[in-house]
């Protein structure tokens, strides 16, 4: 059976395309999601793709992920990275690796935005890429879950 990885977007997400994209560039949420499920059967993954404005919401997938014992998990926290104990609490429940994924590469941005709670649960931060940051991600998964150590 095909392992399932999550890959879960935060506030805000949903108007890529349109918001900012001199920063996030023009492609959609819908272009993230496709590039996403290419990168996930070339893999052998089964995706589950989501994103919500809502904290408690995303909270309740990252333990879902991990109640269906998920290969891994990628999010794009958005706004809640540098605010969120609760997600943060939720993904170091978690036995699959993490990974961290901003569009933007976020040293190069406000100071504010370099603080990451989830960085402290994350087996690696992707930032900066714009959305092929997704793409790496499930590849870096790929090699985690087929490696021996
Ligand atoms: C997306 C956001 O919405 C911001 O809050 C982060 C991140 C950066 C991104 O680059 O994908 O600071």
């Known amino acids: 059976m095909a392992k399932t990885i999550y890959v879960l977007n935060g506030p805000n997400l949903n108007l890529l395309g349109t ?11 819908a272009d993230v999601e496709k590039l996403c499920r ?5 893999h052998g ?4 793709f989501r994103q919500s404005n809502h904290e408690g ?5 990252i333990n879902e992920a991990r109640a269906e014992k998920a290969a891994g998990l990628i999010i794009n926290p958005a706004g809640y990275t ?4 609760a997600i943060l609490d939720a993904l170091l429940t978690m036995e ?10 976020i040293h190069a941005r406000e100071e504010f935005r370099r ?7 994350a087996r690696a931060v992707i930032c900066g890429f714009g959305i092929e940051g ?11 879950s087929g490696a021996k150590d």
């Open 19 to 29: 918001r900012q994209p001199h920063i996030y560039g023009r492609a959609t949420l």
């Open 38 to 42: 290419g990168a996930a059967e070339r």
């Open 45 to 48: 993954f089964t995706l589950v």
């Open 57 to 61: 919401q995303i909270v309740d997938w």
């Open 82 to 85: 540098t605010t969120s104990v």
């Open 96 to 105: 699959s690796p993490v990974v961290e994924v901003h569009i933007s590469n």
């Open 115 to 121: 603080h990451s709670y989830v960085s402290l649960a």
């Open 134 to 144: 997704y793409a790496l991600a499930i590849g870096g998964l790929a090699n985690l």
